[in-house]
C-alpha cells in the first residue's frame, strides 16, 4: 500500500487525467439546471453545482485508483530481472527471429506466443497483478491488468475474469494473448499514441463483447508506456520513424459503467430534485 501511494504521488499524469473527468462532469451535470422553474432557479442551481463538485470529486478519487496500478506494475518491470528480456525475444513483426505471426485469420494482428512466456513468469506476474489488483479496491472497475513488452499482449491477469461479474457472465482474456497492438489496424491509434507519451493514454468508451453477450458495455482501456533509457542493449519501439526507449505497454481495462453505477449519481440528482 506504501508503495502504491508513492507511485501515485511521484506521477502527476494521473491528477490530470482525473481533473480533466472531473471538469468534464461538472459541466455536464450543471447543465441540468436548465429544466428548473424560474422561482427555483437559485436555489435548484446552487444544488447543481454542490453535486456536480461531489460526483466530480468522487470520480477523480476513484479513477486515482484505476490508475495507479499502471504505475505500480511499471515499478515491478523495472526491478525485476524476470521481464527484462521479453521485449528482445518477441522483437518486431518480421524481423529475423522475432515471435511469429499466428496462422489463420488473425496474422495480420496477433503473433503467436506459444512457449514465450515461461510458467515461472506467468505466475511471478500473477502473483504480482493479483496483489496490485486486491490494493487498488475497484471490485467490478478494474477488470484486467496487463504487460504488453514490445507492444504485444503477453500477460493478463486475471485470464478468465469471473471474480468482477455477476448473472453467469465472465472476461475470457485468452484471445487477447498475442495482440500486436502496433500492427492491428483497429487498435493502432492508441498503440502510436501511447509510445511518446509521458504519462497515460485512454481510449474509450468501447464495448467488450464475448459470444452473444456485453460482458463490459462501457470499457476504458488505459495504457502506460514503460519507457526504460540507458538499457543496455536498448530496447526501441519505433513509430513514425522515430525511435523510443521503451520496454512496451502497462494496460488496465476499467468498467465504467460499474464505476457510474457505484457513484449513484444519477439516484443523488433524483432525490435533490
Not at 15 to 41: M, P, R, Y
Not at 129 to 141: L, N, P, Q
Not at 210 to 236: H, K, S, T
Not at 247 to 273: C, P, T
Request: include cysteine; charged fraction near 20%; glycine fraction near 6%.
Amino acid at each position: 500500500t506504501a508503495h502504491t501511494f508513492w507511485v501515485a504521488c511521484t506521477n502527476p499524469s494521473i491528477l490530470l487525467a482525473t481533473l480533466l473527468v472531473f471538469a468534464i462532469f461538472c459541466a455536464a451535470t450543471v447543465s441540468l439546471v436548465v429544466k428548473f422553474t424560474d422561482d427555483e432557479e437559485d436555489a435548484r442551481l446552487a444544488v447543481a453545482r454542490e453535486l456536480a463538485e461531489e460526483t466530480g470529486l468522487f470520480f477523480s478519487r476513484e479513477l486515482d485508483k484505476a490508475l495507479v496500478p499502471l504505475f505500480t506494475l511499471s515499478q515491478f518491470v523495472h526491478q525485476l530481472p524476470a521481464f527484462a528480456d521479453l521485449p528482445r525475444i518477441i522483437g518486431d513483426r518480421g524481423d529475423p527471429g522475432a515471435v511469429p505471426p499466428e496462422d489463420g485469420p488473425r496474422a495480420g494482428s496477433h503473433r503467436n506466443m506459444t512457449g514465450v512466456v515461461s510458467p515461472e513468469l506467468w505466475n511471478q506476474f500473477n502473483t504480482i497483478a493479483a496483489g496490485i489488483k486486491t490494493s487498488a479496491d475497484m471490485e467490478g472497475v478494474l477488470v484486467s491488468i496487463q504487460l504488453a513488452p514490445q507492444a504485444v499482449l503477453s500477460m493478463i491477469y486475471p485470464l478468465i475474469n469471473t471474480e468482477d461479474f455477476e448473472d453467469g457472465l465472465f472476461l475470457d482474456s485468452n484471445g487477447a494473448i498475442g495482440h500486436d497492438l502496433l500492427n492491428d489496424p483497429d487498435r493502432v491509434a492508441i498503440a502510436r499514441a501511447t509510445v511518446p507519451a509521458s504519462g497515460v493514454v485512454i481510449a474509450g468508451p468501447l464495448t467488450l463483447i464475448q459470444g452473444d453477450f456485453q460482458v463490459v458495455r462501457e470499457c476504458f482501456i488505459a495504457r502506460l508506456a514503460i519507457n526504460m533509457p540507458g538499457a543496455a542493449p536498448p530496447y526501441d519501439i519505433t513509430v513514425d520513424g522515430i525511435s523510443y526507449e521503451s520496454w512496451g505497454f502497462a494496460v488496465v481495462l476499467i468498467n465504467w459503467e460499474a464505476l457510474k453505477d457505484r457513484s449513484n449519481m444519477y439516484e443523488r440528482f433524483h432525490q435533490r430534485g
